[in-house]
């Protein structure tokens, strides 16, 4: 989408929001309000999902190295059974399996795993993004190998782990090495900090024909966007800095948004959708309703709350937008941007 259409965008929903603030505040509105609130969240639970961050963990099989130190809900296994259970009632029909930060050394049996897992017939994961580390001169064969799979549709370094270095995504072979999965159809996904996102926005430029996701709505923190005197912590990043980045992200042509993982952070005893809002609504007014797509972020979403959390705090932030809109959000993006099978 260009500049154009999405400063347009932008404007429309921000003004429709302006709008229906100013009523609510009048005496018709507050008798009605409650009805029309209902009827768009009736209307956004009929919308099927397509969950484009699916994580899943057999600990019999593999030991990603970071859940050594993770908090108890996530030390245990997450399978296709716990995602079904999680979802259920929520019109999820198809997810994209997100790597899970395993060591090198695992990424073939995480890779294989996957492919096996996507062609199972009752499996609702019919993609994977999968691990590798753009910055070694071995990625080039291992990606070759796996591109021509179709269930494969790109790769994610995260690079706000311990081990990656600031500027690491900038540095000439991992630069190379994302110019490749552009030549080879594959995206690539930005897990970063909040505070480097601009190099996510410069390797963007760096790679035209390569596609990238911005994960997690750039990791922002919804404790940064909280007033001063309700933040029971200091703020982990500047808020503004995050704004102009994602603003900034958004006028790439290759660049899109996953709406996703800033339930993990929520503050408690707020409602997430209060908590939330800032985040989700500068992100979409930023991209666009056709450069965002949804994710669940599952099971690292439960360090927040549960998958139903998320999705019922979304549907509630995005219930005064378009149908049109919010089934691009949910559903009709992902599929056009990965290809996934009807």
């Known amino acids: 989408m ?7 965008s932008v404007h429309n ?6 709008f229906l603030s100013a009523v609510t505040t009048s005496a018709v509105a507050v008798v009605a309000s409650p009805y029309l609130a209902a009827q768009a969240l009736n209307q956004s639970a009929d919308i ?20 050594a130190g993770a908090p108890k809900i996530l030390s245990q296994s997450y399978g296709l059974a716990e995602y079904a259970k999680a979802t259920e009632g929520l019109n999820v029909v198809q997810a994209v399996y997100m790597e899970v930060d395993v060591s090198p050394e695992d990424h073939v049996k995480e890779a294989d795993t996957l492919i096996n897992i996507c062609r199972t017939a009752k499996s609702p994961t019919v993609a994977a993004v999968i691990s590798g580390r753009p910055g070694e001169a071995s990625f080039a064969p291992y990606i070759r190998s796996y591109s021509k799979e179709k269930e494969i549709k790109g790769v994610r370094q995260v690079l706000h782990a311990e ?3 600031k500027g690491l995504c900038l540095e000439p072979q991992f630069v190379k090495s994302i110019q490749l999965l552009g030549e080879l159809g594959l995206s690539f ?6 505070s480097e996102l601009s190099d996510g926005l410069a ?6 024909g390569t596609r990238f996701i911005v994960d997690h709505c750039g990791n922002a923190s919804p404790n940064a966007f909280l007033p001063e005197s309700a933040r029971k912590d200091k703020a982990s990043h500047d808020p503004q800095q995050w704004r102009d980045d994602i603003k900034a992200l958004a006028h790439q042509d290759n660049v899109i948004c996953k709406i996703s993982g800033v339930i993990a952070s929520a503050p408690a005893g707020i409602p997430f959708a209060e908590s939330l809002a800032p985040i989700v609504n500068h992100c979409l007014d930023s991209f666009g309703p056709d450069k965002v797509i949804f994710g669940g972020d599952w099971p690292v979403c439960l360090l927040g709350g549960s998958y139903k959390d998320w999705v019922m705090a979304l549907r509630q932030i995005i219930a005064d937008r378009p149908v049109a809109d919010q089934k691009k959000l949910l559903h009709e993006n992902a599929k056009k941007f990965y290809g996934l099978p009807s």
Do not use: E
Not at 2 to 8: E, G, K, R
Not at 13 to 18: A, I
């Open 163 to 165: 081990s990656a270095k």
């Open 13 to 18: 929903t921000s003004s429709r929001r302006q």
């Open 48 to 67: 099927l999902i397509v969950d484009t961050h699916q994580h899943l963990w057999d600990l019999t099989q593999v030991q990603p190295p970071w859940l």
């Open 203 to 208: 390797l963007a430029k760096k790679c035209p």
């Open 189 to 194: 996904d930005l897990c970063m900090r909040p």
């Open 2 to 8: 260009s500049s154009d259409s999405n400063s347009s």
